[in-house]
């Protein structure tokens, strides 16, 4: 089946610092790739809509200058948290969407000290 | 507009005892309806899905749920559970014909298996 990558899996910076996620669809290509953040016991809440070779659109109250989202191949979508404070510590999960179903990735868990 | 409720923030069984859990949603329009499981640390993984046609929808594991659109529910539901089906299950809907194929979950079910 599709699978979906995210990388690093874990990762820990200070604060104040930017930090990049990825997110690669290792066996298909994803025109769409989706950005979600869980908190602890909470669901999944979508942060973002990322389309290959245009602008990612921003679910409302998520800060697009704070968390910039690029989409430059029709495999690799990148999250990256600018100035980060301890509030975004969180587990960040991507999905790529193949055109018939979204397939997620394993998520990335950052913690900002 | 869509939303999904799942009534059960937590749900212990025993083991080899059978499960419901259940998931309700609200939508203006058709969707495509999802339940997906999530271990510890991990990413998301599909169980099932309903799309069209039959509303008994089986999935992985021995699960199935069922669609009832009268209702408006989609109910997870497993004969006899094992203690490795111990993990967070959501309840999801996509709306139809949607071009980005946004999905929208709920608030989520903590599945407990008892020995």
């Known amino acids: 089946g599709a699978v979906v990558s995210q990388h690093p899996s874990r990762v820990i910076c200070k604060s104040g610092t930017s930090v990049k996620i990825e997110c690669r669809s290792l066996?298909?290509?994803?025109?769409?790739m989706f950005w979600y953040r869980q908190f602890p016991k909470k669901s999944l809440m979508l942060m973002a809509t990322?389309?290959?070779?245009?602008?990612?659109?921003?679910e409302q109250g998520v800060e697009k200058d704070k968390f910039l989202i690029n989409h430059a191949s029709l495999t690799l979508s990148t999250l990256t948290v600018t100035s980060a404070h301890p509030e975004d510590s969180s587990f960040y999960i991507c999905?790529?969407?193949?055109?018939?179903?979204?397939?997620f990735g394993p998520g990335t868990r950052l913690t900002v000290t | 507009a869509q939303s999904v409720t799942q009534l059960d923030s937590q749900v212990p069984v025993f083991e080899e005892a059978p499960v419901e859990l259940r998931c309700n949603y609200s939508?203006?329009?058709?969707?495509?309806l999802f339940w997906y499981v999530q271990y510890p640390n991990q990413g998301l993984q599909l169980l099932l899905k309903?799309?069209?046609?039959?509303?008994l929808v089986k999935g992985i594991n021995g699960f199935e749920a069922e669609f009832n659109k009268s209702q408006t529910s989609f109910h997870l539901r497993k004969p006899s559970v094992h203690i490795s089906d111990t993990a967070e299950y959501f309840c999801?809907?996509?709306?139809?014909?949607?071009?980005?194929?946004?999905?929208?979950f709920g608030s989520g079910t903590r599945l407990s298996i008892r020995p």
């Open positions: 999905s790529a969407w193949d055109g018939y179903e979204q397939y």
């Open positions: 990322s389309n290959e070779g245009s602008k990612a659109t921003y």
């Open positions: 999801a809907v996509s709306p139809k014909y949607s071009s980005a194929s946004k999905i929208i």
């Open positions: 066996d298909f290509q994803a025109t769409t």
């Open positions: 309903y799309l069209s046609g039959s509303t």
């Open positions: 939508s203006s329009v058709s969707v495509y």
